[in-house]
């Protein structure tokens, strides 16, 4: 039988230190995450010694500032990791992601106290976080969410009910956003809330389709109080925060689809070059040869999407739009690219003794998280036409 094993992604990193970076990922992704992926996704197990690792070598705040224990790395690099982590385990990736996602407003909208305080436990102190924005009530319309927070002297409580929570249970903390004034998106602020904090709770794991790893939970915050100096950014600023967050968290989302449309494509071609039939791999034939041809084509397409977006970021330069088309155009790249991997192994690929199957059903989740890709066409489209007129 042919040897064709999956070889590295060529990835054109902007410096030394960025290709060592990469190595190191490599290294952990294949000694650590890839070799208890499918065992533990099946068992439902979340792998936080492996965030302790990301941690302390670095990994959970690649793209922030080193004066707090961040990488000081820019997108372009920090995006590449998260496909790579991704690629081993989509639970890593994604939970990477949503991680760096979390600890957004503290570091772009927090005060140099507040940043001194919390960043460095945040990003390198062995710390994994929440980002808490939609409601059971209020998902894609994120503005109308009702979780209040009521001033209480010097501090605020904090009472509502957060869905769809990555991470919600054991994350050390999260960043909640809660309605503080005016209905509408005026009316919300942003507050990071400890993790241990009394009155914080977590509703049981949903039962999910995939990404079984990787906890998503309710939060119920009952009458939780934190002082003022754990608000983050203006009161009535919060809604703001969240979607400049988002913009650079569905780039976090995109790399990780095409990390994980890459590993079903290189476990497609491996199994296409191995299995025979009337005689000769299933390779040589035209229609399945195209099909591989497609897949490949679509990530390279959707790379080169998220990285362009990302340097568009680096650059200090608008990018909300080429966001939500890497968002789009990954995901749907992921969803396409699983499905046809799971076709090419045929009867094999619909067991659970081969990874595509896993791949194909964490790949749908990717088209609704953070802007389902609905909204993220709205988006666009409002950067071209303008908004909806009414």
């Known amino acids: 039988m042919p040897d064709r094993a999956p070889q590295p992604v060529d990835r054109q990193l902007p410096t030394d230190e960025a290709r060592d970076l990469i190595s190191l990922v490599r290294d ?34 690649l793209p922030y500032d080193a004066e707090y224990g961040g990488g000081d790395q820019p997108y372009e690099v920090y995006l590449q990791v998260l496909e790579e982590l991704a690629a081993a385990r989509l639970t890593v990736g994604l939970g990477a992601s949503v991680h760096t996602l979390s600890a957004y407003a503290l570091a772009a909208y927090g005060t140099k106290e507040q940043q001194v305080e919390h960043l460095p436990a945040m990003l390198g102190g062995g710390l994994l976080g929440a980002y808490c924005l939609s409601e059971p009530s209020s998902g894609s319309d994120a503005a109308s969410l009702r979780t209040k927070a009521v001033r209480d002297g010097d501090g605020w409580v904090l009472t509502g009910t957060k869905a769809w929570i990555t991470h919600g249970g054991i994350a050390d903390f999260c960043t909640v956003m809660a309605r503080t004034g005016e209905e509408g998106p005026r009316g919300i602020t942003a507050f990071l809330v400890p993790g241990d904090a009394e009155g914080l709770s977590a509703a049981p794991p949903e039962k999910k389709m995939g990404m079984k790893g990787s906890p998503t939970a309710q939060v119920h915050l009952d009458g939780v109080r934190v002082s003022d100096d754990r608000r983050i950014g203006e009161e009535g600023q919060g809604f703001a925060i969240a979607l400049a967050a988002l913009d650079s968290g569905r780039l976090g989302i995109a790399a ?135």
């Open 28 to 61: 952990i992704a294949r000694q650590e995450i890839a070799p208890k992926a499918a065992e533990e996704e099946d068992a439902g197990r979340f792998p936080r010694e492996v965030f302790t690792l990301l941690s302390a070598s670095g990994l959970l705040g």
């Open 256 to 390: 990780c689809a095409i990390g994980l449309a890459q590993a079903a494509l290189d476990e497609a071609v491996a199994y296409a070059t191995a299995r025979r039939q009337f005689g000769r791999p299933i390779a040589d034939f035209q229609g399945l040869r195209f099909m591989l041809a497609d897949m490949a084509t679509r990530i390279e397409a959707g790379r080169a999407l998220y990285l362009a977006a990302a340097r568009l970021r680096d650059a200090g330069r608008p990018f909300a739009k080429q966001a939500a088309m890497a968002k789009l155009h990954c995901t749907d790249t992921a969803m396409q690219v699983t499905t046809d991997a799971v076709q090419v192994l045929g009867g094999y690929g619909y067991t659970a003794d081969f990874p595509v199957e896993r791949y194909m059903r964490e790949a749908k989740v990717l088209q609704i998280v953070e802007g389902t890709n609905q909204i993220q066409r709205m988006v666009i489209a409002r950067h071209l036409a303008g908004p909806e007129t009414r």
